[in-house]
């Protein structure tokens, strides 16, 4: 499965943004769904996980609250609505397919990533 992510730009803090990644096949509704941020000299960090049907997700701490992951499995597509964002939100955030259809936050289960885009909350 190809992975496209797209809705990253410049927001002041307090803002919102909406993330989406597109996905490509017929196979997307059987795949969990998560997204991760990284900045630059730091490891990947886990940001939110749906399960292939809806029915799990979690968050990390540092997002619970303002953050939610959604997915519409008809237009094989997974969001990430993020509010009240933070100057420590900014990062490259990456979507990424777990093939067993899990909410999984660990990166090493998932085993397709998309090529990232660039959140950057001014404070």
């Known amino acids: 499965v190809q992975l496209q992510a797209s809705g990253g730009g410049l927001v002041q803090a307090g803002g919102s943004l909406r993330l989406s990644c597109a996905a490509s096949g017929r196979t997307f509704r059987s795949y969990g769904m998560g997204w991760f941020r990284q900045t630059p000299g730091k490891e990947r960090e886990f940001v939110a996980t749906?399960?292939?049907?809806?029915?799990?997700?979690y968050y990390a701490d540092s997002v619970k609250g303002r953050f939610t992951i959604s997915r519409d499995n008809a237009k094989n597509t997974v969001y990430l609505q993020m509010n009240s964002l933070k100057s420590e939100d900014t990062a490259v955030y990456y979507c990424?397919?777990?093939?067993?259809?899990?909410?999984?936050?660990?990166?090493?289960?998932?085993?397709?990533w998309g090529q990232g885009t660039q959140v950057t909350v001014s404070s």
């Open positions: 749906i399960s292939r049907s809806g029915g799990s997700t």
């Open positions: 990424a397919a777990e093939a067993r259809g899990l909410a999984a936050i660990d990166a090493a289960w998932y085993d397709y």
